[in-house]
């Protein structure tokens, strides 16, 4: 471990293979915490490799717990976390309104690191029982159209690293990894990242997975569609730039999608925009990041066809029957 960090503390890079190693033996308890925090941070300090990515990832699938059910035709929507907005859950929102239009989502989630509540917060503030069992995510799926996966019980192979990481209270490569490693691997992903050089990252490493993806970065720092700037859309069809008109909607103020100081406001929050008493800036932001996951399925859709799904879907009350469904199926 010495050896690879001096080497990493110069600035070189780990291989496909190497970074593979370096996970595997710091999830069988080689590293010490020191050694675990110094080998997180490094990669704040300079730009992760594709191939390093692509090594962590491999790593953390061949470790993680397979639930025994298929990711075809099942879509996940998930950010990279780490932007530092703090507003609401709004990707996890999204995965319910997607799943009340008739699509399959397998979620993959966590507690949150650097916000205050991340989707699996405020899912079990709600009542919703963690598992891995692959009878029960599977009925889950079948009866309410999503399941969720909360990470640790998937990777706990991992399960050293998470006290360092909510010490360190900062976005670490683990959030570049986590939606990469939903244990199911879906067909279909939206996800949302911290930075534009991690866009680029994503898409070279998307365009080896051979999965319908779309990845959105908003040029203020948001890894998800915000609707207070403009974001970067990259997907299997090129390149884009999406302003809150593409969406038929205006432009927000970031206070309008807060998502409070603690995980109570948080999951009051999430209750109120399900339950359809949700103000039109939160209605709006959900169903924009919906519409891109829709379109995930059908890439020839307009964008605009696809938040009419997504709308009709929250407003009609099938988003909020979805988690109650969820919530009955444990």
């Keep these: ?39 997180m ?26 639930p025994g059910i298929s990711g075809e035709d099942a879509v996940d929507l998930c950010g990279t976390g780490g932007d530092g907005k703090h507003t609401f859950n709004i990707s996890t929102l999204a995965s319910f309104i997607v799943a009340g239009a008739g699509y399959k989502v397998a979620k993959h ?7 205050i509540s991340g989707s699996s917060n405020v899912l079990e503030k709600l009542g919703y029982q963690f598992t891995n069992d692959g009878s029960v995510l599977s009925r889950q799926l079948d009866k309410a159209g999503i399941c969720f996966m909360h990470a640790p019980l998937f990777h706990p192979a991992l399960k050293g690293v998470g006290p360092i990481r ?44 051979h999965k319908n993806y779309a990845i959105v970065y908003g040029l203020s720092g948001f890894d998800e569609i915000s609707l207070t700037d403009t974001a970067k859309y990259i997907s299997n069809a090129g390149t884009a730039m999406l302003s809150a008109k593409d969406f038929g909607y205006e432009d927000i103020a970031l206070e309008a999608i807060s998502g409070g100081t603690s995980v109570d406001e948080a999951a009051a929050i999430f209750k109120s925009i399900i339950e359809g008493k949700g103000t039109s800036a939160q209605n709006n932001v959900v169903c924009a990041n919906a519409a891109l996951a829709i379109k995930c399925y059908h890439p020839e859709m307009d964008l605009l066809a696809c938040v009419a799904l997504a709308e009709e879907s929250l407003k009609s009350g099938k988003a909020a029957l979805s988690l109650k469904q969820l919530l009955e199926n444990q």
């Design 1 to 39: 471990m010495k050896q690879i960090l001096s080497r990493l503390f110069e600035y070189d890079t780990l291989s496909v293979e190497e970074a593979y190693e370096a996970l595997q033996q710091l999830s069988a308890g080689e590293f010490n915490a020191s050694q675990m925090a110094a080998f």
């Design 41 to 66: 941070t490094v990669f704040n300090m300079r730009d992760i490799t594709v191939a390093e990515l692509k090594g962590f990832r491999q790593a953390l699938l061949d470790l993680c717990v397979k």
């Design 109 to 115: 989630g966590n507690y949150g690191v650097s916000s």
């Design 166 to 209: 909510r010490e360190l209270g900062m976005k670490t490569f683990f959030n570049m990894l986590g939606p990469l490693v939903n244990p199911i691997q879906p067909s279909q992903q939206l996800v949302g990242v911290f930075s534009l050089k991690l866009s680029y990252l994503y898409k070279q490493l998307h365009e080896q997975l």
